[in-house]
C-alpha cells in the first residue's frame, strides 16, 4: 500500500459517540472526509453534523442515544446498529464525556457517579461490544478513545474528571495488550484545551484566558480542526503498529 493511501478510510465505517457537537463532530467529520461512512451516537439529534458529512458525499446515520448507565447488553444493542445499518463497524470513537467542576471537599457522589460513568465505565462497555464485534467477524478494527492533559495531571476542582481521564490511560492500554494480537488497535488522543463548550467559561474570563495562553507553548488554543489528522491517522491502516499509545495533541502543553 502507498503511504497516501493507507491513510484513507474508503469502505470504513466509524461509530463516534457525542457526535452533536464540539470535539466528537469534528472528529465524525474528519473521519467522512477521509472516507468513511459514520454512526452517530448521541443523546441529542445529531442533524447538523449528519448533514455535513452527507455533503461530503459520505452516509451518516444518527442514533440518538443515552449513554448513561451502560452495560453489557445495551453496549452490544448499540454495535448491532451500527450492523444493521452499514453491515458493520471498523472504528470506534470514544468521545462522549462531561466534566464537572466543585472543590474536593464539596464535590457530590451524584457529580462523581455521573462522570465517572460516562466518561468511564460506558467507554469499557462500548469498546467491550467493539471489540466482540471485531473478533466475530474475524477483522481489525481501531478503538479510539478520548483522553485529557488530565489525563497526566492532577487539575483543580475536577477530580471526578481527572479520575476518569487517568483512568482512559489505563483501560487503552489495558485492551490494547489483551487485543493486539487480534488485530485491534486501542489508543488514545488527549486533547489540550479546545474552542468547546467545555471551555467555554475560561476563554470568557480575561484573567484564565491570559493565564492559559502564556502556558500553552502554541500561544493558541485549538481549533476543532486540529485534532481531524490526529483522529484520521489512528483509525487508519498507518497507524497499525500503534497499541496502547496516547497521542497528545496540546499545542505543546504537556511537553512544558
Ligand atoms: N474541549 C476540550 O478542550 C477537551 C480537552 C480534553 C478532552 N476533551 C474530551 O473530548 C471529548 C469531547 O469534549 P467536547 O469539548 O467536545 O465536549 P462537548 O460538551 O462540547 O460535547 C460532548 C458531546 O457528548 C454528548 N454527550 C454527553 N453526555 C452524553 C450522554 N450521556 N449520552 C450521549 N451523549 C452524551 C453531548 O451531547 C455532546 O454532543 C470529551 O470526552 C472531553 O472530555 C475535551
Known amino acids: 500500500m502507498k503511504t497516501l493511501e493507507s491513510f484513507q478510510l474508503a469502505g470504513k465505517v466509524a461509530l463516534v459517540t457525542g457526535a452533536f457537537r464540539g ?35 459520505k452516509r451518516a446515520i444518527a442514533v440518538r442515544q443515552d449513554l448513561a448507565e451502560m452495560d453489557n447488553e445495551k453496549a452490544r444493542k448499540i454495535i448491532n446498529q451500527a450492523v ?30 455521573a462522570v465517572l460513568d460516562i466518561n468511564l465505565n460506558t467507554v469499557f462497555y462500548l469498546s467491550q461490544a467493539a471489540a466482540r464485534h471485531f473478533v ?47 488485530g485491534i488497535n486501542v489508543n488514545a488522543i488527549a486533547p489540550g484545551y479546545f ?35 490526529p483522529v484520521v491517522f489512528l483509525a487508519s491502516a498507518g497507524a497499525d503498529y500503534l497499541h496502547g499509545t496516547v497521542l497528545s495533541v496540546d499545542g505543546g502543553w504537556l511537553a512544558r
Not at 467529520?29 to 458525499?57: H, P, Y
Not at 481489525?140 to 483512568?167: E, R
Open 84 to 113: 444493521d445499518h452499514f453491515g458493520g463497524i471498523d472504528i470506534l470513537v470514544n468521545n462522549a464525556g462531561i466534566i464537572r467542576r466543585s472543590p474536593a471537599l464539596e464535590f457530590s457522589a451524584e457529580d462523581w457517579k
Open 23 to 57: 470535539i466528537g463532530q469534528a472528529i465524525a467529520i474528519g473521519l467522512a472526509e477521509a472516507g468513511a461512512d459514520v454512526l452517530l451516537i448521541d443523546r441529542i439529534d445529531c442533524f447538523e453534523t449528519v448533514q455535513q458529512i452527507e455533503s461530503l458525499g
Open 136 to 182: 466475530d467477524k474475524h477483522k481489525p478494527g481501531k478503538i479510539i478513545n478520548l483522553a485529557s492533559v488530565l489525563s497526566f495531571q492532577g487539575g483543580l476542582q475536577v477530580p471526578a474528571y481527572t479520575a476518569s481521564k487517568s483512568g482512559i490511560l489505563g483501560l487503552t492500554k489495558a485492551l490494547s495488550n489483551e487485543w493486539a494480537s487480534q
Open 195 to 229: 474552542k468547546t463548550e467545555v471551555t467555554a467559561g475560561i476563554r470568557a474570563d480575561p484573567q484564565r484566558s491570559a493565564a492559559m495562553l502564556e502556558r500553552i507553548p502554541a500561544g493558541k488554543w485549538g481549533e476543532l480542526e486540529d485534532l481531524k489528522g
